[in-house]
């Protein structure tokens, strides 16, 4: 009995709140950077959900982010495919850390990222910050 009354409370109130309701459009504008370029969203592959592989993603992100600096940097390049290249350029190397491991833990991402990421990556966006202002 208590079962109809929920459901009959839920198809009374239901009209009385759809104005209420916010729909959201899954398609969302681009967000875009400094230079205006279009910043390209991880892709699923590399975008892990649960909490205990969250660690993961944020590995991608950094990973995405040294080499896109490094090549774009290399390139002496300030267009837009050379600073937002193709997330696949981390692919390989993502594997090849064990980053997406099924026995890899965030200990991983944090020795990495002690070594390779953080002593490196605020000059690098220096020196990036500099090349593409110059060539404006």
Request: hydrophobic share 40%.
């Amino acid at each position: 009995m208590i079962y109809r009354a929920i459901l009959f409370l839920a198809l009374i109130a239901a009209p009385a709140m759809a104005d209420q309701i916010e729909l959201s459009n899954s398609i969302q504008p681009a967000e875009t950077d400094r230079y205006g370029c279009a910043i390209r969203p991880r892709p699923d592959r590399l975008t892990f959900r649960s909490f205990r592989d969250a660690w993961r993603s944020v590995a991608a992100d950094d990973l995405y982010s040294l080499r896109r600096h490094q090549m774009a940097l290399e390139a002496g390049s300030c267009d837009c495919e050379t600073l937002w290249p193709d997330w696949s350029i981390i692919e390989g190397e993502f594997e090849e850390l064990g980053f997406a491991a099924p026995t890899g833990t965030d200990s991983l991402h944090i020795a990495w990222s002690a070594e390779e990421y953080f002593p490196v990556i605020s000059d690098l966006r220096d020196r990036l910050r500099i090349q593409c202002q110059e060539a404006e």
